[in-house]
């Protein structure tokens, strides 16, 4: 493909990214495909002579497609948000145009010059305490990772590094395989699957704790658990907080964690991934009290701050623990202007892998172009959606609303969790709507987000329409339930022990009075 070919090419891909977005709402949200369907329509061996570009085009229409769940479309209401704005999809194009790999500072010194202004702008608009940037005397310094689940990731083994050498110092007798073979993280049982994850990357136990009423980790439960592990001999060393769980967006409490892990040298990391976008809000802001008590702090601009991903915020104080436990040196990566100037980093030391895109380039884009104050209008926007969709649902008496934060709705029809099971598989397979669904105290929700930047109340109002016609129908089935049992006493009680467990999940009081004579 010469130039020309590419212009033409690129601006062909380009109307067609502008007209998918005009028409998302055409398309239905869930792909109706079934498993293997692609391998049908692509031959199983590359071709052996190029093809030209409008006829691999036109596959895209015809095989691609069908077989995507448009994360963009106003009818998504699952997970959390993806980030996607056109100021950010011009500068990934460019970053990849450009195509450096900026794994230190001579290799593109704009990549990590870039980098290092933006996250310190972003650390400014959250408010942030000023050991987290760059630009204060201290260590501490931003950089971007691939997601949450990196960030998370890298702290664990940073911390790792960390109390390992400083368990060593105050018993130089135990190996290094020894004292980690002892230490042990904690987190929430609400806390992210990529938590969890981290812990078995990183060899290290990773203890998921009962979080409280409300959803949250407090001191008084990690005290306790802390305790427990140290009576056995063995170390605490890293502990996860969420802002913003992904079950219900509960926030742990910073204030009691953090001075309990201040004051035994454990490294305290904060996923705020989702909830930590709405602290370009003042408004919001109290709800990460404590966050000074935290070693290292990351939020997700891919998800709720109009970022396509992949683009994570990490923060750290001291930017030390992660080159000293990364750190890998040779010949061919030395430069002249390496130093331990956090202005100038050599951002290979703070990630896992050793290139990088130039991830700040699509940041630098949407934060320039949109500005602190539409960050902030698109925010106020989305919450204003899941709060009208929470009154939707408020003021039908078949349901009740578990939570309502942010922009995150958690709702469930009223009775056993085998009506609000049956809801949810009716609006699966209607496909209209895109949800998914989470445990708050044994009770079964449905969990409504307002992901879309697309999303209008109108489409609140198409969602909450389709939600209401499929409840309609479980109610349908809640009305003949009793002629069921009735059934069952004159002689075609279910024979089969799971229909049994269903009916006495629909009709327990019923069927324990049968059972028990």
Request: glycine share 6%.
């Amino acid at each position: 493909m010469d130039s020309e070919s590419f212009r033409e090419f690129g601006k062909t891909v380009i109307d067609y990214i502008a007209d998918y977005m005009d028409n998302i709402r055409d398309r239905p949200v869930l792909s109706t495909v079934k498993p293997g369907y692609l391998y049908e329509l692509v031959p199983s061996e590359a071709p052996v002579k190029g093809e030209d570009w409008k006829t691999v085009f036109a596959d895209v229409e015809n095989i691609i497609m069908p077989g995507i769940t448009h994360w963009s479309s106003p009818q998504f209401h699952a997970f959390f948000p993806t980030g996607n704005s056109y100021p950010a999809l011009i500068g990934d194009m460019l970053c990849s145009g450009i195509g450096p790999i900026g794994f230190s500072w001579i290799t593109s010194p704009a990549c990590t010059e870039l980098e290092v202004q933006v996250m310190n702008w972003f650390g400014k608009i959250l408010d942030l305490p000023k050991e987290f940037l760059n630009e204060s005397e201290g260590p501490g310094g931003g950089v971007l990772q691939g997601s949450a689940s990196e960030a998370t990731f890298v702290c664990l083994l940073a911390a790792k590094d960390r109390t390992t050498k400083r368990i060593k110092a105050l018993d130089p007798s135990m190996t290094d395989g020894e004292i980690k073979a002892k230490l042990v993280a904690y987190t929430s049982d609400q806390s992210n699957s990529s938590v969890e994850k981290a812990g078995l990357l990183g060899s290290m136990p990773m203890r998921m704790l009962k979080a409280d009423k409300s959803g949250r980790m407090t001191g008084p439960i990690l005290a306790e658990a802390m305790a427990e592990d140290i009576a056995q001999g063995l170390i605490p060393c890293y502990v996860v907080a969420t802002l913003g769980t992904t079950g219900t967006c509960a926030f742990d409490c910073l204030e009691e964690l953090g001075p309990i892990c201040n004051e035994n040298d454990i490294w305290l990391h904060v996923d705020a991934a989702y909830a930590g976008a709405a602290f370009v809000l003042p408004e919001y802001r109290y709800l990460m009290a404590g966050v000074q008590f935290a070693d290292s702090f990351d939020v997700n601009l891919h998800k709720w701050l109009l970022v396509n991903f992949d683009c994570s915020a990490l923060w750290v104080k001291n930017a030390t623990y992660l080159v000293d436990a990364f750190n890998v040196d040779r010949v061919y990566l030395n430069h002249s202007f390496q130093s331990q100037d956090p202005q100038v980093p050599d951002y290979r030391h703070w990630q896992i892998p050793l290139g990088r895109r130039f991830r700040s380039l699509k940041m630098w884009f949407v934060l320039r172009m949109y500005g602190v104050e539409g960050l902030q209008a698109h925010i106020k926007k989305q919450v204003h959606l899941a709060d009208l969709f929470g009154k939707f649902v408020s003021q039908d008496p078949r349901f009740e609303v578990v939570t309502v934060t942010m922009g995150l709705v958690c709702f469930r029809l009223k009775g056993d969790n085998v009506w609000t099971k049956n809801l949810y598989e009716r609006l699966m397979a209607s496909g209209q709507i895109y949800l998914v669904t989470a445990t708050v105290r044994s009770r079964l929700v449905i969990r409504f987000v307002v992901c879309s930047r697309l999303t209008e109340e109108v489409d609140v109002q198409f969602a909450w329409d389709e939600i209401r016609a499929q409840a309609d129908r479980v109610d349908s089935e809640r009305d003949v339930a009793p002629t069921s049992i009735c059934n069952g006493i004159t002689g075609s009680w279910p024979k089969e022990k799971a229909d049994c467990e269903e009916l006495t999940a629909a009709t327990p009081i019923v069927v324990k009075s049968l059972t028990q004579g």
